[in-house]
């Protein structure tokens, strides 16, 4: 079954729905959209130093999104420009960076697009084996980390006063966050992983009274987007990453019916 | 647990500088279960921050705290909800803690709101969500409690309410309480010792004691010591806008 490349790409945008409903919750709730963003433009710096290496694509974007994420807690502290500042710096830096290396590469053809926007020819066994294990990883992790997160995204003083140690969660949601970037990467491209975090979030949220429902309904609205978004690229021949996402945007815009009514019957 | 003395928490000539200032400076205090320990002052005057040094919030700080619990429930001064988060009152309660539904019910009804338990916390008003906030924070039934004005917001016979409240916990519960207030007269009846802040302790004692001080006076206005003082101590400095202290 899993010889045929679409069941691969559906199992694989599956296990990724998964993983980003969560995820993205903290992302919105966070404020870190653009954190995000950043890590993942550097995922092609790691897809480049991967190539060159020869070594494991999700590892090396693993790694290179971690020190991406320490570089900018580095800057934070050392410089004056405001954290947007330094996010853009980092992401069109780190992207930058990423694409002359490519240039350099002459002996590897690289699917640039692909990269970018994501591939489903790209996703082999393997890949399903690490989405689906990293997945399972990364969700596990998150249930520990919860209830301090959870906590200090609330309110950080009432966290920390209370002994939930908020420093210590963040720090795991970053490498949290990192992980996702380098599972999802050759599905949906560096470009669109956040959207993926956030738009599927974004709609929950309209639909949504309590944090709970808000994961469920994140993690129902990704698996929609990827089947509907997977099954709209294989028939009008569209790139899967843009697709899932087109169609993640299509429910958001459902959502918004939704929120239009609860504030009519208010007034 | 210091157990001969009852002791929760003891600050030591602490004292914080943070950009080449005092916030506050030599204070020392401690509280004990079933007490209840006020900090009064104006704004600025370091009872925030004497606080977080209380909960060991800061690392570089001058002096010690010892600490004897580490069962605490806090009521920040300031926390703003962003609507990004959709919480109700339930979920604000289960924050921290793993809470039943009794027991969740229970603090809620002694704080008065347990009617709002699905409200979302964005239709409360100022008054209901400190209610709320101060049912989280006993929900777990701590040692010590750290309420940084608790009654802000709440109208004034409210207010008289919650602080009966409040001295009834530290009885029932027999917590120690450390309460920030700007507001002597209100919170007299509920407390066992009063410090005074600005910037330093400018006095400290009983209620009644700290009303008839003429530092208390100095810092809050004749009228806020309805209680003529026949003490009266001498003034070795005077304090500038930001509460630094300059000698005279």
Redesign the interface.
Known sequence: MLDDFFIRALVAGIGIAFVAGPLGCFVVWRRLSYFGDTLAHSALLGVTIAYSLEFNIAVSIFLISSVIALILIQLQRKTNLPSDALLGLLAHSSLAVGLVVIGFLTFIRFDIMGLLFGDILAVNKKDLFIIWFGGALILITLKIIWKPLFASTVNYELAEAEGLNPDRAKAVFTVLLAAIIAISIKLVGVLLITGMLIIPTAMARNLSDNPQKMVIFSIIGGLLSVFIGLFSSLEFNTPSGPSIIAAALVLFIFSLLKVKQTIQLKN | MSIENNILVKLNNVGLKQNQKWLVQGVSLQVEKGKIVTLIGPNGSGKSTTA?IA?G?YKNIEGNVEKYT?N???V?QK?S??W?????V???ML???NLSDEVINESLTLTGVKHLKDK?LANLSGGEFQRVLLARAISKKPDLL?LDEPVQGVDFTGEIELYELIKELSLKLNCGILLISHDLHTVMSATDHVVCLNGHVCCCGSPSEVAKNSEYKALFGEQASQTLAIYEHKHDHVHTTDGEVKKK
């Open positions: 977080k909960l919030f580490s605490i429930g806090y920040p926390i909800i962003d990004t988060l959709p919480l109700r339930n979920d604000l924050l921290t803690e979302s750290v």
